[in-house]
């Protein structure tokens, strides 16, 4: 079980536009469980409802050995 039953937190999403349909988008998910994490990353569209996405997940429970991943996707819109 990834939160146990500490899962109850908050949820936050920023999204914010810069330059030429790329966007800033960052979210946050507070607790003390394996779930905790904050995210950002740009999306740039490729198409009508097709977004491309980069970026880096930090894990915020204590004990996580590696912290950061890196985040690459497609995502419909």
Known sequence: ???GFQSAGLYLNLELPLVAGLRLNSD???GNN???SATFKL???L???W????GV???IAQGVI???QGMLGIYFH
């Open 1 to 3: 079980m990834l939160a």
């Open 28 to 30: 946050y998910l507070s």
């Open 34 to 36: 394996g779930l905790s």
């Open 43 to 45: 999306l740039y569209p």
């Open 47 to 49: 198409a009508k409802d």
């Open 51 to 54: 977004q491309l996405g980069l």
């Open 57 to 59: 997940q930090i894990a």
């Open 66 to 68: 590696d912290p950061y």
